[in-house]
């Protein structure tokens, strides 16, 4: 897993109000299993709703569903807001999970920042192979003039061979 960039600008990050139930489960250092519900989901963090607040600065494992799979990511808890509803920020979270979180907010630029080396790359490679290769007409004339040359030395051949039997006959 890699560390989520701490984003540290007055700029609001984009974040997901999630409709409905979005069942989260808490791994806490101790090995306990808390269920929640994901409310809010952000690129850096998000609000969760649980039966009773995690402790302040605890290190937890995140898992959560989205539309395109599973995410696993290591949060750190923050304040409670009230006793049901607590902010966390990721503090780890491997590419994928971080595309995944960036599909279901809609940001667009989290896209362009994990997928943009793949791309130059295909993008290289494909205009790699549209380049006119010009060795290629040469070459189709060169073997297109080698065998005009054969068939005209096997029709000269075959001339002569003819020729010299018509004489043998004494045509």
Do not use: C
Request: charged share 20%.
């Amino acid at each position: 897993m890699s560390s989520s960039p701490q984003i540290r600008t007055s700029i609001r990050v984009p974040r997901a109000h999630l409709e409905g139930n979005h069942p989260t489960v808490l791994r806490l250092p101790n090995g306990q299993n808390v269920g929640g519900n994901l409310q809010v989901i952000s690129l850096t963090g998000g609000l969760v709703s649980l039966p009773k607040p995690v402790v302040e600065g605890s290190q937890v494992k995140m898992i959560f569903l989205t539309g395109t799979g599973a995410v696993l990511g290591g949060a750190e808890m923050l304040p409670p807001v009230n006793a049901g509803q607590q902010p966390f920020r990721f503090v780890a979270l491997a590419p994928d999970d971080h595309r995944r979180i960036g599909a279901l907010v809609g940001k667009e630029s989290i896209r362009k920042e994990f997928e943009q080396p793949w791309m130059e790359k295909l993008r290289a490679a494909s205009a790699k192979q549209e380049e006119p290769r010009r060795w290629r007409p040469l070459l189709a004339a060169a073997v297109g003039a080698l065998m005009i040359s054969l068939a005209a030395a096997a029709y000269l051949l075959h001339f002569r061979v003819h020729i010299g039997l018509l004489k043998q006959i004494g045509f």
